[in-house]
């Protein structure tokens, strides 16, 4: 758990790992429903600053699977 605090340390590694999660819960369609619940565990955590998020929802979003997380 901790080795995903010494990779996540700025902004655009928190926005790489948004769309990795992203990309992720679009290939397996099981997971589309809980994209939401993994950004806000990771929020809670203090891995994803709400900056990064609020980047990622505005500007950021990978347009495969975008529809599927808005």
Do not use: M, P
């Not at 819960?25 to 994209?35: A, G």
């Amino acid at each position: 758990g901790k080795v995903i605090f010494k990779i996540v340390n700025n902004a655009k590694t928190e926005l790489t790992l948004i769309l990795t999660i992203q990309s992720f819960c679009y290939d397996d369609q099981r997971l589309t429903k809980v994209f939401a619940k993994i950004i806000q565990i990771f929020y809670k955590l203090d891995v994803l600053s709400e900056t990064a998020i609020v980047y990622w929802h505005t500007k950021g979003a990978n347009a495969k699977g975008k529809g599927f997380f808005f």
